[in-house]
């Protein structure tokens, strides 16, 4: 029932924190999500992922872990390459059809 993550370049860590959320907030009450959420995330990685918790310094709000694993496998290197690459599709779908 649980998505999983193995922290591989094609995987897009969003989508999965969003599907795991929704699973989380379908089964524990909000009082307990938080504690839940940790507990289960461990679960849920795999591979890579998984070896990188495994290495986190003991952290017991969902928040930071959720922020860090964001940080990890969607690096800033990442959103750059993806940004270049939106840019370079507009400009060029531009050059096209002012070319036509």
């Known amino acids: 029932m649980l998505p999983s993550l193995h922290g591989l370049e094609y995987e897009n860590p969003f989508k999965y924190v969003d599907a795991f ?3 989380c907030s379908t089964v524990f009450l909000s009082n307990v999500a938080d504690a839940a959420c940790l ?3 461990a679960f849920s990685l795999k591979d890579k992922a998984k070896a990188w918790l495994d290495n986190m310094v003991n952290i017991t709000i969902w928040d930071q ?3 860090k694993f964001l940080k990890e496998f969607f690096s800033i290197d990442k959103l750059t390459v993806l940004r270049h690459a939106i840019t370079t599709f507009l400009q060029n779908k ?3 059809l002012h070319e036509s």
């Open 39 to 41: 507990w289960l995330f």
């Open 65 to 67: 872990v959720q922020n």
């Open 94 to 96: 531009n050059k096209q």
């Open 21 to 23: 959320l929704e699973i």
